[in-house]
Nanobody, 123 residues
Framework: QVLLVESGGGLVQAGGSLRLSCSAPGRTFSSYAMGWFRQAPGKEREFVASITSSGGSTDYADSAKGRFTISRDIAKNTVYLQMNSLKPEDTAVYYC????????????????WGRGTQVTVSS
């Protein structure tokens, strides 16, 4: 059973925008912190952004600050990642994840993961 499902990825030119969504059809994640991670070919999975269960606090990787915005709609059990001013180096598979113990930049803190959505930024 897939608990987290990402959508909204695709091909975009440098400078463009995409909005990723992460939905959880099988379980409520209202009590979970949520995070976005990405993994490019030949690279380790890296932290992008996270948001607390209440939505009251967010954290971003340095590479995402000022360009990406994480948000959540608790009633809809959905988390979003708005990505603006995209660069070719943003090209990666983006993963949504859920952590019961709290938000973190460490992937090991997240128990549930989606299967990923491909984001490709052309120059």
């Amino acid at each position: 059973q897939v608990l987290l499902v990402e959508s909204g990825g695709g091909l975009v030119q440098a400078g463009g925008s995409l909005r990723l969504s992460c939905s959880a059809p099988g379980r409520t994640f209202s009590s979970y912190a949520m995070g976005w991670f990405r993994q490019a070919p030949g690279k380790e999975r890296e932290f992008v952004a996270s948001i607390t269960s209440s939505g009251g606090s967010t954290d971003y990787a340095d590479s995402a600050k000022g360009r990406f915005t994480i948000s959540r709609d608790i009633a809809k059990n959905t988390v979003y990642l708005q990505m603006n001013s995209l660069k070719p180096e943003d090209t990666a598979v983006y993963y949504c994840a859920a952590s019961y113990v709290g938000s973190s930049y460490s992937a090991s803190s997240y128990r549930y993961w989606g299967r990923g959505t491909q984001v490709t930024v052309s120059s």
